[in-house]
C-alpha cells in the first residue's frame, strides 16, 4: 500500500451535518450552497478538510444514510454542480472536501433494488427465497420475488451482496465473495468513487464499513475487498483519502483505510468523554465515569490501553481518527457539562497523536438537545434519539439563528430554545471565548510540527492533570475536573524553563505544575 498522503498528517478535520449547517434557499433545510456561503468561517477557523454526511439523493427516513442514487445530490441539497462549486471554493481557501460513502446498503428505493425484489436471478442483494423467515433481522421481500431479504441497518435498508466468508448448506441463499453479485457490486463501489473523485472531492469515509461480507470472522474478506479497493485508489487517485467507521483502527488500518474513526458510541471515545448524560449507551450507561467530567472521578487508562494497541498494529500505515462527537452521540456540552467546561477537551483532542476532528457547533459548545421530535430516523429506539446533536448551526441570536430564513415551524429541527445559547458571532467577538480558544489551539497545531498527528508521545502522568509531552520538546497539561491539581515535573525531567505558548489556568513554577479547574496548558521545552 502508498503511504498515508501527507496533507492527512496535517488536517483538522471539520464534519458538517448538511442538512443543519447553512440554509441559502429559506427551506429550512441546509444545503450545499449554504455550507459554500460559510467557507470563509472555517477557513478563519483553521479548518482544511471537510467531511460531509451523506448528500446523495435518498427518500430521507435515515437522513440520508438510505441512499437511492449514489450519483446524483439530493434535490433538497442542490446539483451536482453545487458540489462542484463547493469543491472548487472550498480548494481555493486551502480546503479539501470529503463524502460520506454508504457502502454496504441501499434505499429500498434504490433502482437496484427495486429491480432485484422482483427478479429472482437478480443477487446484487441478499434474498433467501423461502416461505418463513431465516431469523428475525430478515424482511419479506415486497415484490414478486418470494422470500425475505437481509437488511443492513433499518429494514428499509437492504444490504448490498459483497458474499459470505463461510458457506453453509442450511442457509442455500449464501454465496462466496467472488460470484457474480458481489463482484458487481466491489465494480460499482469503485465507480462510484471514480465519479465524485473527477469532480475534485478529496476522498471518502465509509459508513459502516466493516459490514459489508457476511460470517466473516476476524473480517478477513471484508479486509481483502478493501485493500482490493485501495490498491486501485492507490493507482488512480494517489492523493484521495479512505477513512472508515470501523472503531478497530488496529483491523481497518491492515485492511486499506488511511485512517479509521474511535467512535464517538465506542468504549474508547466514551471512556473519555461519554459522561451518561445523553444518549449513554446501547444497553444501559458506561460502566466507568468519563475521565473528561467535572468530578475527577474518571480514568484514562482504558483510552491509553486502546490507543498504544491500536497504535502499534496500525503502525505507520495509517492514522487514528479521533472526534470531539458526531451526528450520530451525544456533543460534549452534554448534560451539567457546560460549554465552558470544554477546553481541556480541544486542548487534549488538538495535542494527542490522533487526527482530530470536530463536529459542527462543538467549537462553541453547543449542547445536545433532549427530547426533540423523530426527524429522519434520528430516533432508533425509545429514549434514544440522535436529533440532539444535530441541531441548526447558530450563527447569530435572529430568530433563524443565522442558519435559515424560514419560520420556526419549517426549520429541519428546532434550535435551542436557550436565550443564553452560544454563537459564532458572539464568541468571535470575545477573545476569550471557547470559539478563540480552538482557533488559537488549530493554528498552534499547524504552526508546531511535534503537536500534529503522529510522532511521539511520553504520559508522564495518567490521573488529574493529565500530563504528557509530544516529541520530547513540547508539555502539554490537561486538567478536565473542577477542582484544581498538581504535579510535581521533576519526577520526569530536570528543572527548567518552560515557555507557555497556549495556557488558561496551568502555571509551570520550576518544576511545580498547578492546573486551576477546567485548564489546560501547552509549554515549549
Known amino acids: 500500500m502508498a503511504q498515508v498522503p501527507a496533507w492527512l498528517t ?56 438510505d441512499v437511492s442514487d449514489y450519483l446524483s445530490i439530493a434535490p433538497r441539497y442542490g446539483t451536482n454542480e453545487d458540489l462542484s462549486a463547493l469543491v472548487e471554493q472550498a480548494g481555493g481557501r486551502g480546503i479539501r472536501v470529503l463524502l460520506d460513502l454508504v457502502a454496504g446498503h441501499t434505499s429500498d428505493q434504490h433502482p437496484w433494488f427495486l429491480a432485484a425484489r422482483d427478479d429472482p436471478s437478480d443477487d446484487r442483494y441478499i ?22 431479504y437481509l437488511p443492513n441497518f433499518f429494514a428499509f435498508q ?27 457490486n466491489r465494480a460499482a463501489l469503485a465507480q462510484i468513487m471514480a465519479h465524485w473523485l473527477d469532480l475534485g472531492v478529496a476522498g471518502f469515509r465509509v459508513d459502516l464499513a466493516s459490514t459489508l461480507v457476511k460470517d466473516d470472522p476476524g473480517w478477513h474478506e471484508t479486509a481483502r475487498l478493501w485493500r482490493e479497493l485501495r490498491g486501485w485508489l492507490d493507482r488512480a487517485y494517489p492523493d484521495a483519502v479512505l477513512m472508515s467507521e470501523w472503531d478497530s483502527p488496529g483491523v481497518a488500518v491492515p485492511a486499506g483505510f488511511h485512517a479509521d474513526f474511535y467512535l464517538a458510541i465506542g468504549p474508547e471515545h466514551g471512556s473519555l468523554l461519554n459522561n451518561g448524560a445523553g444518549l449513554g449507551v446501547p444497553g444501559g450507561q458506561p460502566a466507568e465515569p468519563c475521565y473528561f467530567s467535572s468530578e475527577g472521578t474518571g480514568s484514562v487508562e482504558a483510552f491509553l490501553t486502546a490507543w498504544r494497541r491500536d497504535a502499534a498494529a496500525a503502525g505507520d500505515a495509517g492514522l487514528i ?12 456540552a452534554c448534560g451539567e457539562r457546560t460549554a465552558d467546561q470544554l477546553g481541556p477537551v480541544f486542548a487534549f483532542l488538538l495535542t494527542w497523536p490522533t487526527l482530530p476532528g470536530i463536529h459542527c457547533g462543538d467549537e462553541i459548545g453547543m449542547r445536545f ?34 442558519f435559515s430564513a424560514a419560520a420556526a415551524a419549517r426549520l429541519y429541527l428546532p434550535i435551542d430554545p436557550d436565550p443564553g445559547r452560544p454563537t459564532i458571532a458572539a464568541q468571535r467577538a470575545d477573545e476569550a471565548s471557547l470559539l478563540h480558544q480552538v482557533r488559537q489551539l488549530i493554528e498552534l497545531r499547524k504552526a508546531v ?16 492533570p493529565l500530563v504528557y509531552t509530544r516529541g520530547g520538546t513540547h508539555l502539554v497539561v490537561i486538567n ?43 509549554f515549549e521545552l
Open 480 to 522: 478536565p475536573r473542577l477542582e484544581a491539581a498538581s504535579f510535581d515535573l521533576r519526577w520526569a525531567r530536570p528543572a527548567g524553563p518552560l515557555g507557555p505558548l497556549a495556557a488558561d489556568g496551568v502555571s509551570v513554577d520550576g518544576a511545580h505544575v498547578r492546573a486551576a479547574g477546567f485548564s489546560y496548558g501547552i
Open 158 to 184: 437492504p444490504a448490498l451482496n459483497f458474499g459470505y466468508a463461510r458457506m453453509n448448506p442450511a442457509e442455500p441463499w449464501r454465496q462466496p465473495v467472488d460470484a457474480p453479485g458481489p463482484r458487481t
Open 127 to 148: 434474498f433467501a427465497s423461502q416461505e418463513s423467515s431465516p431469523g428475525d433481522l430478515w424482511v419479506a421481500s415486497p415484490g414478486r420475488r418470494p422470500g425475505w
Open 449 to 464: 510540527p511535534a503537536l500534529r498527528t503522529g510522532g511521539p508521545v511520553d504520559v508522564l502522568n495518567a490521573g488529574y
Open 369 to 402: 438537545l433532549p427530547d426533540l421530535p423523530d426527524v429522519e430516523g434520528s430516533q432508533i429506539w425509545p429514549g434514544w434519539n440522535r436529533a440532539g446533536s444535530r441541531t441548526p448551526m447558530q450563527w447569530d441570536d435572529s430568530p433563524g439563528a443565522g
Open 10 to 65: 496535517r488536517t483538522v478535520m471539520y464534519e458538517i451535518y448538511p442538512q443543519s449547517f447553512a440554509d441559502s434557499d429559506g427551506d429550512g433545510i441546509g444545503d450545499l450552497r449554504g455550507i459554500t456561503q460559510r467557507l470563509d468561517y472555517l477557513a478563519w477557523l483553521g479548518i482544511d478538510s471537510i467531511w460531509l454526511n451523506p448528500c446523495f439523493a435518498s427518500p430521507m427516513r435515515d437522513a440520508g444514510y
Open 321 to 332: 481518527a479521533l472526534f470531539s462527537s458526531d451526528h450520530d452521540f451525544s456533543r460534549p
